[in-house]
């Protein structure tokens, strides 16, 4: 008896083994998803949080739907080996309806990888590159605009503490911000009362709710034909769009009259020639302009905004942070002298904090949406072409694998028992993304969040009004809640004089 219930047993085990599909068609693992609308109902409002929960659950590539579409989510390692080892094969956008109102229908940072895109991508990099931190002498000019932007945001903030004690920074930060691409972009900058320009840039919000992994609207489109907020935002994402690309093309169509090739003034003058001229002519023409320069002074807006929103939040949270930051400066630089880009080597704590401050905020926690180019396959599953994925970020951020308890903000994490910067370690941080869709300004936003960081804190003393929560939007970037600051100006004798004026090491 016992025998043939052994050669039952295996009887089944062999069915079981024979049934079983190869590998390479595994079905991706995921949550049930409900019908008409999949998952959507479960992202909640931080979908960057439930998706590391569901990798937990299922491992780091799985599936979900949202309305009609699959979505496979990327997190922790995963990421590495999809987008730097199977670089072409995720480097897609989807072509979702919303991508398709940025700078006129033919954005680089929205539309689809292909021999155009290549082109488009190359020449905005290197023209980025050529006006901010090519070589010596832009890396100067481009630090010169940020210098001179932060003395008058440091100006500005002094005067609203003696008028209002307390006030909300988000508005002069993201003016602030804005004019220091608009001086590289246009040669020109706005001041914090220009209504148009803050009507511009201040709208961003409505725009990176629309275009964040998770949003809606691309995958219920029956969402559209009845009244409902989520059209109502899709209606205004559409006006903001069509609004912003007229303040560039305007900018571009003045350029292109007053242009002179000897002297190119800025990122547009250089873009036009370029465009204007050979083998890239093929593939991007004049008409490409206005887009290009949409997508690079767009993209710089709301990410650097936010950061330095963050790192206002943060610097009042943790005050014994913000008073090791000045020790620091304290310490190697002269009080008397702004500091410069060339003090980075000698300010650990300073890099330190600012990895901190991108890991622990994780502020871009999901990329842009990406797609595959080809049928491809992760971990033994198939993945078919066109499929939408979805990276998270925030996931290889907090990992507690990787991260001594992740959740605490902890800049000295970053420092060895020499107290130098562990660079292995700074480049763990995930927050611009990795292979063929990273970052084209990473570089420049980088050397950005230095000088902000440390200019702000050299010159003033920020303190915040209390609760003082970490509460934040989701949307492509996370954006804290209104909060409120005093800042004044850490050298008495200054007083009334404003801030130091200059850097001492003469350029
Ligand atoms: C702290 C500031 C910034 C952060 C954290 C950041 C992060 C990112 C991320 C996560 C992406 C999406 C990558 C992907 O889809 O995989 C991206 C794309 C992009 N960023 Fe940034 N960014 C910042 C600042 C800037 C600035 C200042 C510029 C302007 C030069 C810029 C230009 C772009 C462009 C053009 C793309 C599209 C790239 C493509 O699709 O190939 N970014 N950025």
Not at 104 to 133: I, N
Not at 233 to 246: P, R, T, V
Not at 491 to 497: A, Q, Y
Request: proline content about 6%.
């Amino acid at each position: 008896r016992s025998l043939l219930l052994l050669s039952l047993a295996l009887l089944l085990l062999a069915v079981r083994f024979s049934r079983r599909r190869p590998q390479s068609a595994r079905s991706i693992p995921g949550p049930f998803p409900w019908p008409v609308i999949g998952n959507a109902a479960q992202l909640g409002a931080s979908p960057h949080i439930y998706f590391s929960r569901l990798a937990r659950r299922y491992g780091n590539v799985f599936q979900i739907r949202l309305g009609s579409r699959r979505v496979v989510v990327l997190n922790g390692d995963a990421i590495r080996r999809a987008l730097v080892h199977k670089a072409v094969d995720f480097a897609g956008r989807p072509h979702f309806s919303s991508f398709s109102f940025v700078s006129g229908g033919r954005s680089m940072a929205f539309g689809d990888y292909g021999e155009r895109w290549k082109a488009h991508r190359k020449l905005a990099h290197s023209t980025v590159r050529a006006f901010s931190t090519g070589n010596v002498h832009t890396r100067r000019a481009f630090e010169a605009h940020v210098r001179s932007e932060v003395q008058e945001l440091t100006g500005l903030f002094v005067r609203e503490t003696r008028r209002l004690g307390h006030f909300q920074p988000h508005e002069y930060l993201v003016v602030s911000t804005a004019n220091i691409m608009s001086a590289a972009c246009f040669g020109k900058r706005y001041t914090y009362d220009d209504a148009e320009f803050r009507q511009i840039v201040g709208r961003n919000d409505k725009f990176t709710k629309t275009v964040g992994a998770g949003s809606i609207v691309d995958v219920m489109p029956w969402l559209q034909s009845f009244p409902n907020p989520i059209k109502t935002l899709f209606l205004q994402f559409k006006e903001l769009n069509s609004e912003f690309f007229d303040f560039v093309h305007a900018k571009v169509t003045e350029h292109r009259k007053t242009i002179e090739k000897a002297f190119i003034r800025d990122i547009t003058d250089a873009f036009i020639l370029a465009a204007d001229r050979g083998e890239v002519s093929r593939l991007l023409g004049p008409e490409y302009v206005s887009p290009t320069m949409g997508d690079i002074f767009g993209a710089s807006q709301d990410t650097m905004s936010t950061a330095l929103q963050w790192i206002v939040l943060v610097l009042v949270r943790y005050p014994d942070v913000q008073k090791r930051l000045q020790e620091e400066m304290d310490k190697v630089l002269d009080r008397n002298c702004l500091p410069t880009i060339e003090d980075q080597p000698r300010l650990p704590y300073v890099m330190a904090f600012i990895y901190e401050v991108m890991r622990f905020t994780s502020f871009i926690p999901m990329t842009i949406p990406h797609s595959t180019t080809n049928d491809t396959s992760m971990d033994g599953y198939t993945i078919p072409k066109g499929t939408v994925i979805f990276i998270n970020q925030w996931s290889l951020n907090h990992d507690p694998t990787k991260w001594d308890q992740p959740e605490i903000f902890n800049p000295q994490r970053f420092l060895d028992e020499n107290g130098a910067l562990n660079k292995d370690l700074t480049s763990s941080v995930l927050i611009f993304s990795l292979g063929k869709r990273r970052c084209i300004g990473e570089e420049l936003s980088k050397m950005q969040l230095f000088l902000f960081t440390t200019l702000l804190v050299h010159q003033c003393n920020f303190v915040g009004e209390k609760p003082i929560t970490m509460d934040y939007q989701y949307g492509l970037t996370l954006k804290p809640n209104p909060f409120k600051v005093s800042v004044s100006l850490r050298d008495g004798v200054l007083g009334d004089g404003g801030p130091i004026t200059s850097p001492c090491t003469e350029h």
